[in-house]
């Protein structure tokens, strides 16, 4: 899949070196990942806890990522998941989770993806996120609009809660603290037509961005998870919230119709 294709249908402007950049990066990043899905004998290990994943895909695709941007990039920073932080205070900084759906991609599951975005003095101004086994390139540029696979997107325009369709998860550290979102998940399946747990922070984004879900929610995210697919969420018109200050990157994003609904439904009191 030729993802560079896709840089004619955004205007010319100062992001366009940049988003071919990430085109080549997500494209080969995806091939990497490729060569390791559903194969027998995959290394994987874990992190903090064992519903903390990590395989040799990830340190490849990542390892190729941070090559790149240090070659072609050198006085930009870095935040990925792997290898942490590196010059994050730049005023120009890539966030990169090399494979964001790791579980599902160690279980054969193909709803998975790199994510890939550029910041600007913290605001993230490019995003791509592509699934390389369903073939789904979503991309943003700040003030371009959103895209999937050359095509504009916008977020849905349902307003009745309960026809709702909605995407969440759970933090990592859920066996350790009662603040794991589980409370949230039974008020909301009580009020929509269905709550699904895709395993991927960036592909629930980018689903709500398309109009595929109606409303994402999640506590604890990490930067990474989210900076492209925040972009993309914005620029299809998504309503976006932190919903916390003490939970990492926890946030809120729907199409603005359910917008006051579903902050009812996950804040309990609406504050």
């Known amino acids: 899949m030729n993802l560079t294709q896709y840089r004619s249908v955004v205007p010319e402007g100062e992001y366009q070196e940049f988003l071919t950049a990430a085109f080549t990066m997500a494209e080969k990043a995806g091939e990497i990942l490729m ?11 874990t992190k903090l806890n064992d519903s903390d994943v990590v395989t040799i895909a990830d340190k490849e695709s990542e390892a190729y990522i941070l090559d790149y941007v240090h070659r072609n990039f050198p006085s930009h920073g870095i935040i990925s998941e792997e290898s942490g932080k590196d ?5 120009w900084r ?4 090399p494979l964001d759906g790791t579980t599902n991609f160690a279980m054969g599951l193909p709803v998975f993806c790199v994510s890939i975005a550029l910041e600007h003095n913290e605001e993230p ?6 699934a390389p086994y369903i073939g789904e390139c979503f991309f943003a540029v ?4 959103a895209w999937l696979n050359g095509t504009g997107i916008r977020c849905s325009d349902k307003a009745e809660l309960s026809k709702a369709v909605v995407a969440t998860g759970m933090p990592y550290d859920r066996n350790d603290t009662p603040d794991n979102n589980l409370a949230e998940i039974c008020r909301m399946a009580l009020c929509v037509r269905g709550i699904r747990r895709m395993g991927s922070a960036a592909i629930d984004l980018c689903y709500t961005a398309a109009g595929f879900l109606d409303a994402y929610w999640e506590l604890n995210l990490n930067r990474w998870d989210v900076s492209a697919g925040l972009l993309i969420a914005s620029e299809a018109g998504a309503v976006i919230e932190s919903i916390r200050s003490d939970r990492n990157h926890s946030i809120l994003v729907s199409n603005p119709a359910l917008y006051p609904a579903i ?5 309990i009191d609406g504050n």
């Open 87 to 91: 010059h994050e205070d730049r005023e």
């Open 94 to 97: 890539w966030v990169v989770d």
């Open 35 to 45: 060569r390791y899905f559903r194969k027998s004998g995959l290394e994987q290990s």
């Open 125 to 130: 101004v490019i995003g791509v996120v592509y």
């Open 263 to 267: 902050r009812r439904v996950v804040l």
């Open 142 to 145: 700040k003030g371009g609009g």
